[in-house]
């Protein structure tokens, strides 16, 4: 399985000295070592820490290479909630044009994985889950829910991702 980073919300640390919100560190390591997993080898690979919303099309290009290269069949992608459905859509265009047989599982977090009341773990959690149980194919895993990447959308007024009915 590969974990794939590309920053976001999940990876932000707050700086007092700034007053604000800065994805200097990854805390992928200690997330993954609290998750307590137990027979599943998972391999990180940090593409960038971005906000997702000062994301362009060469860093989706990234993770689309990231997803269409490895060997592995299972990947996670850790990815800002903003545009998280803008790049799944990319990567599911892209593995459907040229046959690949993938299963590809996005996921955020709507607070940072540092704040006590941080969603990041479950997140974390379920997308591993939903990676090894899904069939081939590209999906979004946010508030205990696993999304077709083209049935999903961020209600930014709620806070959540929900279902769309048609795409």
């Not at 399985?1 to 007092?16: A, E, V």
């Not at 773990?121 to 999906?139: D, K, P, R």
Request: proline share 2%.
């Amino acid at each position: 399985m590969l974990l794939l980073l590309c920053g976001g919300t999940i990876d932000k640390t707050y700086i007092p000295q700034l007053e604000k919100y800065m994805s200097d560190k990854t805390h992928f390591s200690e997330m993954i070592a609290r998750a307590n997993l137990f027979d599943i080898s998972l391999t990180v690979h940090s593409l960038f820490a971005k906000d997702s919303l000062e994301m362009n099309d060469e860093d989706r290009e990234q993770v689309v290479e990231a997803c269409a290269k490895t060997s592995e069949e299972e990947i996670l992608v850790a990815h800002g909630t903003d545009t998280m459905v803008e790049t799944a859509t990319v990567v599911a265009r892209h593995l459907e044009q040229h046959g690949i047989k993938k299963r590809v599982v996005f996921f955020g977090a709507m607070i940072p994985y540092e704040n006590s009341r941080s969603d990041a773990l479950f997140n974390l959690g379920t997308a591993i889950m939903a990676v090894q149980i899904v069939e081939t194919g590209v999906f979004v895993a946010m508030n205990g829910q696993l999304f077709p990447w083209n049935f999903v959308r961020k209600n930014r007024e709620k806070g959540v991702f929900e279902k769309l009915t048609t795409s």
